[in-house]
C-alpha cells in the first residue's frame, strides 16, 4: 500500500527557514510524479511546487524564489526547502503522489500533513 509521511514542519518567525520531507513508499516512483500542496483554513488546497518523472520543476508565483523541490534517495524522499518565509505561509502542508501534480484532481495519493506556522 502507498504510505506518505511528512515531517519537519513547526512554528518559524517571518524571514526563517523550513525544510519539509516526505518519505515515501508503496508504489513504482518513476511512474509517477511528486508535489506538495498547501491549505489554510478557510481555503482550498493549493499546488505549492511539483516535479515530474524527468526533473522539472512548477512553482507557485507565490513562493517562486522562496521555496525550492526536490528528490533523494533513489526519488522515494521529497524535499521542500522554504526560505524567506511569510505568514502567508502559514497551512498544512500535504505531500503528493499522481499522474499530474499541479492540481488536486491529478494527485492519487496524499500524505496526512504537516503544520507551517509562520509568525510576523
Known amino acids: 500500500q502507498v504510505q506518505l509521511v511528512e515531517s519537519g514542519g513547526g512554528s518559524v518567525q517571518a524571514g526563517g527557514s523550513l525544510r519539509l520531507s516526505c518519505a515515501a513508499s508503496g508504489y513504482t516512483y518513476s511512474d509517477y510524479c511528486m508535489g506538495w500542496f498547501r491549505q489554510a483554513p478557510g481555503k482550498e488546497r493549493e499546488v505549492v511546487a511539483a516535479i515530474d518523472t524527468d526533473g522539472r520543476t512548477r512553482y507557485a508565483d507565490s513562493v517562486k524564489g522562496r521555496f525550492t523541490i526536490s528528490q533523494s534517495n533513489a526519488k522515494n524522499t521529497l524535499n521542500l526547502q522554504m526560505n524567506s518565509l511569510k505568514p502567508e505561509d502559514t497551512a498544512m502542508y500535504y505531500c503528493?503522489?499522481?499522474?499530474?501534480?499541479?492540481?488536486?484532481?491529478?494527485?492519487?495519493?496524499w500524505g496526512q500533513g504537516t503544520q507551517v506556522t509562520v509568525s510576523s
Open positions: 503528493a503522489v499522481g499522474w499530474a501534480c499541479t492540481v488536486v484532481p491529478g494527485v492519487n495519493y
